[in-house]
């Protein structure tokens, strides 16, 4: 079986939707390619091929063949984008202005018909061509492969009006032709900006200790393993542990938190992030793509492939568009015999504007999210997120800190609680719960030395078992641990709304121990928004049993379910799916990932540093703050919002436009005017997206 690989290509001169249709096609074509993905905002293609049939050369070629290009090196990005994106908006309104206002002077004044009866058609036909000669290759390379691109009518409405004489109009048409490739190229760079100021944000060069001595290099030099020195004021290089050095640490650039951390010997930093007092030494743990950052680039980058069902509907309403205005066009001259009111209806509506309408919201949305700390994986989950009617949450370090503590250690054999908490933490020493890490907490916190355990097994949803110095130790809930039968004190604890995990040694009752978790204060106000922003329904999910759940349920006012596997969960998602609901799953990223991928849509809470709760989730939180739940449902109503009226302009715009074309109201050359206008509007519609607070 051949052996294949993912390869990423830049490619430039995309500016809509239908160039990404128009790469993906002719990549798609070649032999050995076995899926490919051509990413509009970040510039380039996503393709798995195998190597032994197909290369770069190859790839390169059939890029080129459609009319774009596959760049050596990727052109340098600037920091910023916000005053020059303010300033480009300017002048494209300006100079849009005066040229529109030229046409509609020169149509009204007749100065048009004066300068073909001036100017022999040979002189303005080749006029034309100069001034066209770019957008026309593009069409006839297009039509050699069997394409129609927005620009193939607006080229025969040009060639209709040449045909009656009319050079002036075939003239303006490509002006306007240009000025509309200029309007989608800075359109789609807007949407792109987001992204751009997340790449720019990615440190360059890391200072290592090698040999004895610090020795600057780039960071794709740097090994895991490595000492990396951090010096105040500079960017952290890459994940890792702070092996020596004590610092304030800005993670805006992770978890979208303004407030500064502060971290020391056994912390974990992130790349990207800033120390702003300090220094470190830092112990590489991951770098460049595979950091945390290179993870939330890479999502923002791909966000666009997983497109809604708004977004699909708009690329195959786009595809049967023109061939629908050819109809009309044709409909136009059997009926009125008028070659430039045919010639207007080609070119009014050759507008990318409805392909425009939604991913030019969805990547500003989704760009600009993740400066916040909201990574979303595409806008389907945007999508869905915003008629959501279903919340589940689970409880255990989602709704809760994730930090409990032992409270209580009840001996059921004589042992003493120093003899049960070494067997209970060196049974658990290896497991990621966090009711273990409680358990070790408090084996630490008593300075007990802890035994190498055997034969390590962590079960999911019910404990775990391990052999510890010739026993047999078993740390888990009831399921586990079924000869352990619910004794009063076990009543009384569960009461009190702890969670209890009981120890059996050798298969026989040794011990209960009770833990106690902390409520996340923002909680309840956050589900307090969630119902006013129309979530009909929350509840909550999880392990612990009845008592502890209905403490909990009772203090937030939610419904709940309790002593559930993984298993479980993802039943309940899917019974909640068969009722016609859209449902959203809240957890961790760990033991929820089953559930979260079911979901409509996951949410990840805190996924900072956590690979699993960035694959697992469709959304994820990088930082563990529960008003970004209602906060990301808001976001996700808003864009759709911006979305379906992008969409309505588009329709009743250029429903207007063919109207008057195809009635002869609308001449060729205000008609080549107007097709541009649809793309500005939905800029400066989209650019709300980049400046919601």
């Known amino acids: 079986m051949a052996k294949t690989q993912l390869l990423e290509v830049p490619v430039k001169g995309m500016d809509c939707a239908e160039c990404t249709l128009h790469v993906q096609q002719a990549i798609a074509r070649l032999p050995g390619v076995e899926s490919v993905n051509v990413l509009l905002a970040a510039e380039k293609a996503v393709i798995r091929l195998d190597p032994a049939r197909v290369d770069l050369p190859a790839i390169r070629k059939a890029v080129e063949n459609a009319g774009y290009s596959v760049p050596d090196v990727a052109t340098p990005l600037a920091a910023s984008m916000d005053s020059f994106s303010r300033r480009m908006t300017v002048l494209l309104a300006v100079v849009f202005g005066i040229v529109l206002s030229i046409v509609v002077a020169g149509e009204w004044l007749g100065l048009f018909d004066r300068l073909n009866e001036l100017i022999p058609l040979p002189v303005g036909i080749a006029i034309v061509i100069a001034g066209g000669f770019p957008v026309f290759r593009n069409v006839a390379r297009a039509a050699l492969r069997r394409q129609i691109t927005a620009h193939t009518l607006m080229t025969v409405g040009a060639i209709a009006a040449l045909l009656v004489g009319e050079w002036v109009a075939a003239a303006i048409v490509v002006v306007f032709m240009r000025v509309g490739d200029y309007v989608e190229r800075f359109t789609t760079e807007s949407a792109r900006r987001a992204v751009k100021e997340l790449i720019a944000m990615t440190p360059q060069t890391a200072r290592v200790e090698r040999d004895g001595a610090e020795v600057e290099v780039p960071v794709a030099e740097v090994s895991v393993g490595e000492t990396v020195i951090v010096r105040p004021g500079e960017k952290i290089p890459v994940d890792g542990e702070v092996i020596a050095g004590y610092a304030t640490i800005d993670q805006a650039a992770i978890t979208g938190e303004s407030l500064p951390v502060e971290v020391a010997t056994g912390s974990h930093v992130f790349a990207a992030t800033i120390a702003r007092l300090g220094s470190l030494r830092v112990k590489t743990l991951r770098v460049g793509a595979d950091t945390t950052f290179g993870c939330v680039i890479k999502m923002v980058e791909e966000a666009e492939a997983h497109r809604g069902d708004v977004q699909r509907l708009a690329d195959r309403f786009s595809a049967y568009y023109l061939p629908i205005v050819a109809g009309i066009a044709v409909f136009t001259f059997l009926i009125s015999g008028n070659a430039l009111a045919t010639a207007a209806v080609l070119v009014v509506a050759c507008s990318c504007s409805f392909a425009l309408a939604t991913p030019v919201a ?179 999910l999880t392990g612990d049993n009845e008592r502890t759940a209905a403490a909990l349920a009772e203090k937030l006012g939610v419904q709940y379910r309790a002593n559930l596997l993984p298993e479980h969960k993802i039943e309940i998602v899917k019974d909640y799916q068969a009722k016609g609901h859209t449902v959203v799953m809240i957890g961790d990223g760990v033991n929820d990932a089953p559930a979260l991928a079911q979901a409509n849509v996951g949410v990840a809470m805190g996924a900072a540093g956590a690979d699993i709760a960035i694959e697992a989730a469709h959304i994820a939180l990088m930082r563990e703050d529960w008003t970004l739940i209602p906060e990301v449902l808001r976001i996700a109503r808003h864009t759709m919002g911006v979305v379906k009226m992008n969409i309505a302009f588009t329709a009743v715009y250029n429903l207007v436009g063919l109207t008057l074309a195809a009635t002869g109201i609308l001449p060729p050359t205000l008609a080549a005017a107007a097709q541009s206008l649809p793309d500005l509007g939905i800029l400066a519609n989209s650019a709300r997206l980049l400046r919601q607070k």
């Open 362 to 540: 969805m990547l500003a949305s989704i760009g600009a999210s993740a400066k916040r700390g909201l990574l979303i994986k595409g806008g389907k989950y945007l999508e869905a997120l915003a008629r959501a009617d279903v919340v589940l949450v689970d409880k255990t370090g989602t709704l809760t800190l994730g930090q409990p503590q032992i409270t209580d250690v009840v001996s059921l054999d004589g042992m003493t609680s120093s003899e049960i908490l070494v067997l209970a933490a060196s049974a658990e020493r290896y497991s990621e719960h966090p009711l273990a890490e409680a358990v070790r907490a408090m084996a630490r916190a008593q300075n007990l030395a802890l035994l190498e355990p055997e034969h390590f097994e962590a079960v999911p949803g019910m404990g775990v078992q391990a052999r510890v110095n010739g026993h047999l130790v078993t740390v888990g809930n009831r399921r586990l641990t079924p000869t352990i039968e619910s004794l009063p004190i076990a009543q009384q604890l569960e009461a009190e709304g702890k969670t209890l995990l009981f120890v059996a040694l050798d298969e026989k009752p040794a011990a209960i121990l009770a833990a106690a978790d902390t409520l996340r204060p923002e909680a309840p106000a956050a589900l307090a928004r969630l119902r006013a922003l129309g979530v009909k329904h929350v509840e909550l």
